[in-house]
Nanobody
Framework: QVQLVESGGGLVQAGGSLRLSCAAS????????MGWFRQAPGKEREFVAA????????AYADSVKGRFTISRDNAKNTLYLQMNSLKPEDTAAYYCAADPDYRMVVTEQDCAYWGQGTQVTVSS
């Protein structure tokens, strides 16, 4: 098993930046495909970004492509999401997720483990 704890959320003005972190403990971090998802009030949770075990492959939702960057540091057991040019529509609770079996996690169903979430609020 792996335990995931997100941090780095907060309130930021439109156009600003935030970096989210997800600290993992338990089973070896490098054996998990990782991803970020988000859920806005009244909406379903949606895919944001994914990264392979080695970090060599990434994938993004169209809505964040070119603005967000997912990365991981396997030596530090940490996943990151750098968010630039933030928009009010990026406001949501952001969750990191992990799975030991899938190469990439791009849907909720792919993910066996979830963090508790961190809130990101972008003001206009």
């Amino acid at each position: 098993q792996v335990q995931l704890v997100e941090s780095g959320g907060g309130l930021v003005q439109a156009g600003g930046s935030l970096r989210l972190s997800c600290a993992a403990s338990g089973r070896t971090f490098s054996t998990y495909a990782m991803g970020w998802f988000r859920q806005a009030p009244g909406k379903e949770r949606e895919f944001v970004a994914a990264i392979s075990r080695s970090g060599s492959t990434t994938a993004y939702a169209d809505s964040v492509k070119g603005r967000f960057t997912i990365s991981r540091d396997n030596a530090k057991n940490t996943l990151y999401l750098q968010m630039n040019s933030l928009k009010p529509e990026d406001t949501a609770a952001y969750y990191c997720a992990a799975d030991p079996d899938y190469r990439m996690v791009v849907t909720e169903q792919d993910c066996a483990y979830w963090g508790q979430g961190t809130q990101v609020t972008v003001s206009s």
